[in-house]
């Protein structure tokens, strides 16, 4: 938990990075609506986009090189990943804003502290969602169509801690669906890489927020919000190697998939290494987590926006070979 000498200064966000340039170069009147959509929280972001951009260097991959196309899904899908995520956490802020009232991490939200209202809050999550469509309707009808689709899985996710106990694979499910929506829009359809990819994200965003929601376990025990640390408990590591197991298999499988057919063993190796190298990146995150620690815990979580990124890199090499 956030301790008393740890609270932010008035008008920032308990958890957001100090010095951070909302804070500091943001117009005064924006910052809330900034901070309501974590702009002073890049890892959110990262996090969402890592595996569109796996998606789309591993399809290039597989097809023979990137091409001009593969330039824009690359820079739009920041773009988009950057407006969804905050249209999600708008979402999410709106619905919560009662649990994140009482937790002293998130009290210090826009809406609970009191710098965005619910209304002005509703209106700013319709404005970026439709700036994201915009970028959405520039793909093909089949990544248009998942897109759409992903609308529920965003709708529902905050809502999820409140019946289960695994809220962690409804946010796996969100954030990890722009792998098969950026596979269908390189390739015009979705196959069996894809899927594994999606998979594998899946599998990830388990490890990873599960790291990230025991800085809340005591909160959430004292109001009722369920999580995979909640249930987990003493035994977060086991399932912690669960996942990594999980994650890397489906990882190699899709590389596998992808790129065994097209007869590159230069570009499949590429692509393995940066699996061996994610890997032994979550090996090395769990060697250092300390799940008592909140503070330990948030310099893990966000160590992820560079495992994520080894793979892009690599399955990016592998494209360019």
């Not at 160590?303 to 990016?316: E, H, K, P």
Request: glycine share 10%; hydrophobic share 60%.
């Amino acid at each position: 938990m956030v301790t008393p000498t740890e609270m932010p200064e008035a008008g920032t966000v308990a958890d957001a990075p100090r010095g951070n340039w909302v804070d500091a170069y943001a117009p005064a009147w924006t910052r809330g609506y900034l901070r309501l959509s974590r702009a002073d929280r890049p890892i959110g972001t990262w996090l969402l986009l890592l595996p569109c951009w796996w998606a789309v260097a591993l399809a290039a991959a597989q097809s023979g090189g990137l091409t001009a196309w593969d330039g824009w899904l690359l820079v739009s899908t920041a773009l988009g990943a950057f407006l969804m995520r905050g249209a999600g956490c708008t979402w999410n802020d709106i619905t919560d804003r009662d649990f994140d009232a009482a937790v002293a991490r998130t009290k210090s939200r826009p809406i609970p502290s009191g710098q965005v209202t619910v209304p002005g809050a509703l209106v700013w999550m319709v404005v970026q969602a439709l700036a994201a469509a915009l970028i959405l309707f520039s793909y093909n009808w089949l990544a248009i169509g998942l897109g759409v689709a992903s609308l529920a899985l965003v709708a529902v996710y905050p809502f999820a801690k409140r019946f289960t106990w695994w809220p962690q694979v409804f946010l796996g499910l969100a954030f990890n669906w722009g792998a098969v929506l950026l596979w269908a829009a390189h390739s015009g359809r979705v196959g069996w890489a894809a899927v594994l990819l999606y998979g594998a994200g899946i599998a990830w965003t388990l490890f990873y927020d599960t790291i990230y929601a025991h800085q809340d376990k005591e909160d959430d025990a004292l109001i009722g919000v369920k999580s995979t640390a909640r249930l987990f408990g003493a035994a977060t590591a086991k399932w912690l190697a669960g996942f990594l197991v999980v994650a890397v298999t489906a990882l190699a499988g899709a590389v596998l998939v992808a790129l065994l057919p097209a007869g590159s063993p230069v570009a499949l190796g590429l692509a393995l290494c940066g699996v061996w190298a994610f890997g032994w990146h979550l090996v090395w995150q769990m060697r250092r987590l300390d799940v008592d620690d909140p503070a330990a815990c948030m310099v893990i979580f966000r160590s992820n926006r560079d495992a994520g990124l080894i793979v892009a890199l690599f399955f990016a090499a592998a494209a360019l070979v």
